[in-house]
């Protein structure tokens, strides 16, 4: 009795196999495979390139993170080696050193890695942050504003507050979340997706909560970015009150200061 041969598989070994997982597993396995050159990795790799082309690759690099710095979006280390830095990998280091350096010294912009273990890079910018700036300078940009007046709120409430309280705020000045404003248009969703886009912000779901809420704290952007002594401050201009009369905000305040001088050196990797 003659067996009958089953049809072959319709998708045969021959045949590609669909990829799954998206671009996001893609960037992953970008980042993952990237490994940072050592010191003489780097040395060895700066030997097989003239001067003028490691400057070409640094100014493409200052480029890049001046026009991600225009949408305040958080630059991947991933992404930049995949997009710009390309084949020059082997001198990341030097690369992003002297593209560090231009920032600073042309464009008066730090850049500073807000999160080492998935290594996303920001530009803050050094006169806002200089300790010799007046704490009562605000940002001429309406919605920096508006983010500085959230941040205040999160931080005077001991670093964490309930969506509610921030939207009260806001009525009170006369900016309300639920209405169409003339400057910030939809002020829901410059929070709430905006703000935390950008990392300025966290909004979280509060667990267990119904009908559901959500809280809001300060995020790795902002901690970067914000001098939390300079909020102090300016509270204590508007309340007529000393700073240090808010006992535990002026101890955290100066405490996260001082840290933020001594990290200043090694924010570059």
Request: charged share 30%.
């Amino acid at each position: 009795m003659s067996s009958r041969k089953r049809p072959s598989n319709p998708q045969s070994a021959s045949q590609p196999r669909r990829q799954t997982g998206g671009s996001a597993a893609q960037e992953e396995d970008d980042d993952v495979a990237f490994t940072q050159p050592s010191t003489s990795q780097v040395q060895r790799g700066l030997e097989k390139v003239t001067e003028a082309q490691v400057d070409q690759k640094s100014a493409e690099v200052v480029q890049y993170f001046l026009l991600k710095d225009q949408k305040k979006v958080p630059v991947r280390r991933a992404d930049l080696v995949k997009h710009v830095v390309k084949e020059h990998r082997n001198i990341y280091p030097e690369i992003i050193k002297r593209a560090a350096r231009t920032l600073d010294q042309v464009f008066g912009l730090k850049l500073v890695e807000i999160d080492p273990k998935n290594h996303m890079y920001i530009l803050v910018n050094n006169l806002e942050t200089s300790g010799d700036a007046s704490p009562t300078t605000r940002p001429t940009d309406p919605k920096r504003g508006l983010l500085f007046v959230i941040l205040s709120v999160i931080f005077m409430k001991g670093g964490v507050v309930r969506e509610n309280v921030v939207w009260n705020t806001l009525k009170k000045l006369r900016v309300d979340p639920g209405e169409k404003h003339d400057e910030f248009g939809d002020v829901k969703k410059v929070v709430t997706d905006e703000f935390v886009r950008q990392r300025y912000l966290e909004f979280q779901r509060i667990p267990h909560t119904e009908p559901v809420e959500h809280e809001f704290r300060w995020g790795q952007r902002a901690e970067a970015e914000v001098s939390k002594a300079k909020i102090l401050e300016f509270m204590g201009q508007l309340h007529d009150r000393d700073p240090q009369s808010w006992t535990q905000q002026y101890k955290e305040a100066h405490s996260s200061q001082n840290s933020s001088q001594q990290a200043g050196g090694s924010s570059q990797r």
